[in-house]
């Protein structure tokens, strides 16, 4: 075993070690049901969280398949702070359940498998961890199982992301006969602009877009993200789709470089395509999940005009969206998640006079959805600023243009919630809610997130540092 | 049988994998989705397989792959068989179009 195999690894073990004792817990003879055993999980991902800020290990294991560095740490930290979040915001839903113990188990096993995809130099250990990231999630969005769209949400996830993963293999296998390597460093060296390997790529970015949910292979997230349980579909929308930036990033600056002007010509379109399709949709929804699927589409459009940069500002601009994006969405869904656990509640017309009854509550919803518009001074504002500049720096003015263009757009129906919670008047609003602790930490630490990563710029200038 | 060339092996994996797709694509029982999803996996076998063994044959790459890909196909099964069963309860059909509580 090699010296830095525990600095190294650190993250995967501690999940790991996590995963181990919840596992126990729930084995052991005295059972430790509802808040205590929810007080211990969450304890134990706070250290996890914290033990994780201790990381800077930079070197490779496994023959080289498995690598570590400042920046990896920092993005597996935004994974572990996001699901923390989530955990917290979840306690009310959980409290209850019967399965506590098994939802953390599947959770951690998932989040271990984005450690490792983020930290593969292999493709064969991103398709592996790939797999472990996303079988997980699909039970977990089963996990209402009485409930009928639940099943119905994890039935949909789980066949379109077995065929997501069939055409990123396909993708993959002609890249391994084209070149005879897995490695990534001997398939960046070795790729050139012939069509097997360009065939190769084009179906690899489509099995990643599948994952992204970017716009023509988005059909899956709606219905996913309405059915399943609203924990999971925080983490779906977040912590997912986060983990898949990252990797996304690492495969399209690291493999294909050497074809960068074939990727940029797609990247375009399906930027431009994901953003005003997101936008269209998100126009005409009611149901609040629905609304907030599309949008989290739209804003992959954003992400992708960041990553075609192409250069260490777009990769410093994605990981700082990824990171507000977190705080922001999180904070929209924290609210939502509470109304619909306590009233049954989803659409956007129930949420007329949320103010009268609700007014901290209704502040936190508005504050989440002028950052996710990117509306100054909230941190949505600068992440797109940074998101546009890296973007303009390939001077293709025309896309930075449309994605100005979609913001505006998507004012429109950020602020149709808005109304509806401040001006529109409801004879029957919903009641006072009683927030629980936990789920008020979490919603404090989002606006705490939101307004003080903008305000305060360490943040981007931290993040431009290890890049 | 020393006569078979790398294409004729990259034309049937090529076919196999577009006949999962269609099959994917029209067929509306869930179980038969899933089939359809299995003969995609197969088809990468065979490419890995066989790329493996005419152009690289000294080295196992593409031969673990497959081993791995056998098994998360396994996996994968298993966890869309337990939600198949799971809505049959709900729904008593594993028909997509009586999976229709959700749409635009």
Partial sequence: MPDNFFSVMQFELVATV????????????????????????????TINLLVGFF???????FGDMFFSNPLICFQKSILNLGLLIISLQSWPWLKNHHHTAEFYIILLASLIGMFFMISAQNMFMVYLSLELATIPLAALANFDLQLRRSGEAAMKYIISSAFSSGVLLFGISLVYGA????????ISIGMSANPLMIFGFVLIFAGFAFKLSAAPFHLWTADVYEGAPVAVTSYLSVI???????????????????????WYQILFLIAVLTMVIGNL????????????????????????????GNSSEGLTASVYFVLIYIF???????????VSTLTGKESISDYKGFYKTNPLLAWVLTLALFSLAGIPPTAGFFGKFFLLMAGAAQDNYPLVIIAALNMIVSLYYYLRVVKAMF?????????????????????????????????????YEYISSIV | MNNIGIEQILFISTALFFIGVYGLFTRRNMITMLMAVELILNSVNINFVSFNKYLYPERLDGVFFTIFIIAIAAAEAAVAIAI???????????????????KY
């Avoid at chain 1, 070149?179 to 001997?186: D, R, T």
């Fill in chain 1, 423 to 459: 001006m529109e008047e409801n004879a029957d609003p919903i009641q006072k809610l009683k927030t629980g602790v936990s789920p008020a930490l979490a919603l404090i630490i989002c606006v705490a997130g939101l307004l003080l990563t903008g305000l305060i710029g360490g943040a």
């Fill in chain 1, 281 to 308: 949709f998100a126009m005409r929804q009611q149901n609040l999940k629905r609304f907030l699927a599309f949008s989290s589409i739209a804003q992959v459009g954003f992400i992708l005009i960041g990553i075609g």
């Fill in chain 1, 240 to 262: 997912s789709k986060g983990a898949i930036v990252f990797v996304f990033i690492t495969i399209l600056y690291r493999l294909f470089q050497n074809i960068f002007d074939t």
């Fill in chain 2, 84 to 102: 198949i069963i799971n809505i049959y309860r709900n729904h008593q059909s594993i028909d997509v179009e009586d999976s229709e509580e959700m």
């Fill in chain 1, 55 to 61: 990381c800077n290990a930079h070197g490779s294991l």
């Fill in chain 1, 328 to 338: 922001s969405n999180l904070a929209a869904f924290g609210v939502i998640s509470l």
């Fill in chain 1, 18 to 45: 996590i995963m181990f004792i919840v596992l126990l817990l729930r084995l052991g003879k005295k059972r430790i049901t509802g808040d205590s055993l929810l007080l211990v999980i969450n304890g134990l991902l």
């Fill in chain 1, 179 to 186: 070149i005879g390597s897995l490695n990534f460093e001997v």
